[in-house]
């Protein structure tokens, strides 16, 4: 029997699994097709792709300056410079903000803690038991496996789906509200850009990379990523799918009217809508841990909308199991 089973691989999964792992035997699952959960990474082939959820780190505190320090050094994530073009003054402050990226792509902190952790991925989990005292877990491809503890590291309403008839506290209590976006991917011909990204103060569109300016590839074509506003992902997350090529159409005229960039020929898109992009109210509490049942909750939405409120809990909830 498993001593622990985490559910999600983003960076509070496997950052839970990789400080557990050292003491515990322990299983990792996700629903996705790899490592990263809301970091991810789209290839288009070879090296090539497009960070396609989280876009840069900006480390505040003390123990994940340390941390991001420790993975620049070993090269997994490096300084993302450039020119960053603020297109309206409300957001200049954010210049100061240094810029951390992942050396391959955005996944790679994920990738780099679970090396030596047994990962299954294509796994949702569908239903949770007690049964004599561990956990009884049901996947998605009719697949069971037996844990004496559970930590789950999904977003906020997923999490509470799963878990809360076991949940004693009034933590699904908190109203905790998931901010929805809506990205385009974008394979054009080369435009002669000079800039690292883009922060506009358009109502629809927020924010543009140019991934060329990460230098992790070489290529005859420019690649972007287009992020719309929350207000914008409020309102078409839902129903984006049935006019992909309407949306994706409006965010790139949007895009070229806000940067006077000429397009002449598009290769490639790709249209997203993440529901639970990030969380916008922090909670009092890091993380959940009930020693009792062995239920482990921690992610993001417990510290607030970015990936070091992720890691930030993931180190609250292991300080609590140890
Ligand atoms: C478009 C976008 C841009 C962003 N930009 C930034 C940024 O610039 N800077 C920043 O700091 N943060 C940014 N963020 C937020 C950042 O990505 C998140 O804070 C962070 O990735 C959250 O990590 P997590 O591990 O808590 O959750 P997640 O990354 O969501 O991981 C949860 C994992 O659980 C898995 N899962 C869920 N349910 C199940 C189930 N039933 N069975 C199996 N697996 C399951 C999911 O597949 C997922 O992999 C951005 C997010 C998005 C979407």
Same mark, same amino acid.
């Given at each position: 029997?498993?001593?622990?089973?985490?559910?999600?691989?983003?960076?509070?999964?496997?950052?839970?699994?990789?400080?557990?792992?050292?003491?515990?035997?322990?299983?990792?699952?996700?629903?996705?097709?790899?490592?990263?959960?809301?970091?991810?990474?789209?290839?288009?082939?070879?090296?090539?792709?497009?960070?396609?959820?989280?876009?840069?780190?900006?480390?505040?505190?003390?123990?994940?300056?340390?941390?991001?320090?420790?993975?620049?050094?070993?090269?997994?994530?490096?300084?993302?410079?450039?020119?960053?073009?603020?297109?309206?003054?409300?957001?200049?402050?954010? +210049?100061?903000?240094?810029? $951390? #990226? /992942?050396? =391959?792509?955005?996944? *790679?902190?994920?990738?780099?803690?679970? @090396? !030596?952790?047994?990962? +299954?991925?294509?796994?949702? $989990? #569908? /239903?949770? =038991?007690?049964?004599? *005292?561990?956990?009884?877990?049901?996947? @998605? !491809?009719?697949?069971?496996?037996?844990?004496?503890? $559970? #930590?789950?590291?999904?977003?906020?309403?997923?999490?509470?789906?799963?878990?809360?008839?076991?949940?004693?506290?009034?933590?699904?209590?908190?109203?905790?509200?998931?901010?929805?976006?809506?990205?385009?991917?974008?394979?054009?011909?080369?435009?002669?850009?000079?800039?690292?990204?883009?922060?506009?103060?358009?109502?629809?569109?927020?924010?543009?990379?140019?991934?060329?300016?990460?230098?992790?590839?070489?290529?005859?074509?420019?690649?972007?990523?287009?992020?719309?506003?929350?207000?914008?992902?409020?309102?078409?997350?839902?129903?984006?799918?049935?006019?992909?090529?309407?949306?994706?159409?409006?965010?790139?005229?949007?895009?070229?009217?806000?940067?006077?960039?000429?397009?002449?020929?598009?290769?490639?898109?790709?249209?997203?809508?993440?529901?639970?992009?990030?969380?916008?109210?922090?909670?009092?509490?890091?993380?959940?841990?009930?020693?009792?049942?062995?239920?482990?909750?921690?992610?993001?939405?417990?510290?607030?909308?970015?990936?070091?409120?992720?890691?930030?809990?993931?180190?609250?909830?292991?300080?609590?199991?140890?």
């Amino acid at each position: 029997m498993l001593d622990f089973c985490i559910i999600g691989s983003g960076i509070s999964g496997s950052t839970i699994a990789n400080c557990l792992n050292k003491k515990y035997k322990l299983l990792l699952y996700d629903k996705a097709k790899g490592a990263g959960g809301r970091s991810s990474f789209k290839r288009y082939k070879g090296n090539i792709g497009f960070d396609h959820g989280l876009q840069y780190l900006s480390p505040r505190s003390k123990e994940f300056k340390s941390f991001t320090n420790s993975l620049i050094k070993k090269r997994v994530i490096k300084h993302w410079k450039g020119n960053h073009k603020f297109l309206n003054k409300r957001v200049r402050r954010d +210049k100061k903000h240094i810029k $951390l #990226i /992942g050396f =391959k792509g955005n996944n *790679d902190i994920s990738k780099y803690l679970l @090396k !030596d952790i047994d990962c +299954k991925f294509q796994s949702e $989990l #569908i /239903g949770i =038991k007690r049964h004599k *005292d561990c956990w009884h877990l049901k996947f @998605k !491809d009719n697949s069971f496996i037996f844990s004496k503890n $559970l #930590i789950v590291t999904a977003p906020f309403p997923q999490s509470k789906k799963l878990t809360s008839r076991f949940v004693k506290t009034k933590l699904f209590n908190n109203k905790v509200t998931m901010n929805a976006s809506i990205t385009v991917l974008l394979m054009t011909n080369k435009t002669g850009n000079k800039f690292s990204s883009f922060f506009t103060n358009d109502a629809d569109l927020g924010w543009v990379s140019y991934e060329n300016s990460k230098k992790r590839f070489k290529f005859d074509k420019d690649l972007w990523v287009l992020q719309s506003t929350f207000e914008y992902g409020k309102k078409h997350t839902d129903n984006y799918r049935n006019k992909k090529k309407y949306f994706t159409n409006y965010l790139i005229n949007k895009f070229t009217k806000l940067t006077k960039i000429k397009i002449k020929k598009i290769y490639f898109t790709h249209i997203h809508g993440w529901k639970y992009s990030s969380n916008s109210k922090p909670l009092n509490i890091q993380s959940y841990w009930d020693k009792k049942i062995g239920l482990g909750l921690c992610g993001d939405w417990f510290g607030g909308p970015r990936l070091e409120n992720g890691w930030l809990s993931a180190k609250d909830l292991f300080k609590k199991i140890n």
